[in-house]
């Protein structure tokens, strides 16, 4: 459910108000990992290629949750989101053009709602 919440969010449809991959996938997961709104106001930074390390937002987005409440499942998400994604780092990702942006959104989404 937060996946497609998430792919809403970012696309701007289904009533959702349209965020960056960064916010979008943090927002639709805030109430499941009690994460309040200054920290989804914050995520506003990080679309674009603009995480730390030029990282992909949507993958940015799991790995500060991940890294909050099940740090040892890192690992296990940087897998499989170079899996689908090639890299980890936005503008790789796109120059790979083996998942678009809310292709990010969904996969990295999906990891994270398989674990809850």
Same mark, same amino acid.
């Given at each position: /459910?937060?996946?497609?919440?998430?792919?809403?969010?970012?696309?701007?449809?289904?009533?959702?108000?349209? /965020?960056?991959?960064?916010?979008?996938?943090?927002?639709?997961?805030?109430? *499941?990992?009690?994460?309040?709104? #200054?920290?989804?106001?914050?995520?506003k930074? =990080?679309?674009?290629?603009?995480?730390? *390390?030029?990282?992909?937002?949507?993958?940015?987005?799991?790995? =500060?949750?991940?890294?909050?409440? &099940?740090? &040892?499942?890192?690992? &296990?998400?940087?897998?499989?989101? %170079?899996?689908?994604a090639?890299?980890? #780092?936005?503008?790789?990702?796109?120059?790979?053009?083996?998942?678009?942006?809310?292709?990010?959104?969904?996969?990295?989404?999906?990891?994270? *709602?398989? %674990?809850?």
């Amino acid at each position: /459910m937060s996946t497609i919440k998430a792919k809403n969010y970012y696309t701007g449809q289904g009533g959702c108000q349209r /965020m960056n991959c960064a916010q979008a996938v943090i927002s639709a997961f805030k109430e *499941e990992f009690s994460i309040n709104e #200054e920290i989804v106001e914050s995520f506003k930074n =990080y679309g674009g290629g603009r995480a730390p *390390e030029g990282l992909c937002g949507a993958y940015y987005a799991v790995k =500060y949750i991940l890294s909050k409440q &099940d740090p &040892d499942k890192l690992e &296990d998400l940087k897998k499989h989101f %170079l899996e689908h994604a090639g890299a980890l #780092e936005c503008s790789n990702i796109k120059g790979l053009k083996k998942l678009s942006c809310v292709g990010c959104v969904e996969k990295s989404s999906e990891f994270l *709602e398989k %674990l809850g």
